[in-house]
């Protein structure tokens, strides 16, 4: 083959690391917003800022799929609260609260922190807070973001929590019977996320034909094409040197908050920098 093609525009040749190529942040609009988490129990979870990384990304080749920034994102889009205490439970399939078994890895004082209260192969936490967000905003409780487990599912409810004084629980489905699922010592099982209610019934959803909108079709187009363009070269490095230098290329322009043709875009996020939780004044623990 010929000599080696120049790189294509929005490409970068180069090996994926812990750094993020960018860090663009988008300000906050308006005044901070309240969240508390008002402990009900003296034996709490700890709360913390949901964490950008997943060991199971970690330990792909290259750690490939950290170059998704949409998942990435989403990893952090929330707090999560950390078990209090590690165990192993089991479920025989059978409807009754006593088919599941919970081998805590220590004695803890009753109320245990994880029971089967509903049976049905479903794990239960009760969550030891009192949530209360500023008028207008809910709480979606749900599991770890792009945090899967073998056996086990989360599932998720959403909490008015501006104005109600019930705790909730937070509850793992078991997917088949007869296997253990291991949860370890301040491993995540809960992600809280404010939602403002009502903002999802203001979208007025629609579908339309790609063409009517002819600027983001051409670029949509252009996009189709440099990408095509780029696992053709990919491919090429297989077989010849001239395009060694593509073998570990990517497309950057996402994960740059720009169109094809260079343009930024006027909000971007590469990362979430939710603030942790403050602790009480002193005297008042």
């Given at each position: 083959m010929g000599g080696a093609s120049p790189p294509m525009p929005g490409y970068t040749v180069e090996r994926m690391s812990s750094v993020d190529p960018g860090d663009v942040e988008t300000a906050a609009a308006g005044a901070d917003?309240?969240?508390?988490?008002?402990?009900?129990?003296?034996r709490?979870?700890?709360?913390?800022?949901?964490?950008?990384?997943?060991?199971?990304?970690?330990?792909?080749?290259?750690?490939?799929?950290?170059?998704?920034?949409?998942?990435?994102?989403?990893?952090?889009?929330?707090?999560?609260?950390?078990n209090p205490v590690g165990f192993t439970a089991r479920w025989s399939g059978e409807p009754g609260r006593s088919a599941i078994t919970i081998d805590l890895d220590e004695d803890v004082p009753n109320p245990r922190p994880v029971e089967s209260h509903f049976g049905y192969g479903i794990i239960t936490w009760s969550v030891p807070y009192l949530f209360r967000t500023p008028p207008g905003f809910n709480l979606l409780a749900r599991g770890p973001a792009n945090w899967p487990k073998d056996g086990v599912s989360p599932l998720e409810g959403l909490v008015e929590?501006?104005?109600?004084?019930?705790?909730?629980?937070?509850?793992?489905?078991?997917?088949r019977p007869d296997i253990d699922v291991r949860f370890d010592p301040d491993e995540p099982f809960c992600m809280i996320v404010p939602q403002q209610r009502g903002e999802l019934e203001r979208f007025a959803p629609e579908i339309r034909p790609l063409s009517s909108?002819?600027?983001?079709?051409?670029?949509?187009e252009?996009?189709?094409r440099e990408r095509d363009g780029l696992q053709v070269k990919k491919f090429l490095a297989s077989y010849s040197k001239d395009f060694e230098e593509?073998?570990?290329?990517?497309?950057?322009?996402?994960?740059?908050?720009?169109?094809?043709?260079?343009?930024?875009?006027?909000?971007?996020?590469?990362?979430?920098?939710?603030?942790?939780?403050a602790p009480p004044p002193a005297g008042d623990a």
């Open positions: 917003l309240s969240l508390l988490a008002l402990p009900t129990t003296r709490g979870a700890s709360i913390v800022p949901a964490p950008r990384w997943r060991d199971w990304i970690n330990a792909m080749e290259e750690r490939w799929a950290n170059r998704c920034l949409p998942l990435l994102v989403a990893n952090e889009s929330g707090w999560v609260l950390l929590t501006d104005w109600s004084v019930a705790t909730f629980t937070m509850n793992w489905k078991f997917t909108e002819p600027q983001i079709h051409a670029d949509a252009r996009w189709s593509f073998r570990t290329a990517w497309e950057q322009d996402y994960f740059r908050g720009r169109t094809p043709e260079g343009h930024l875009a006027e909000e971007h996020e590469t990362r979430r920098k939710l603030r942790p939780f």
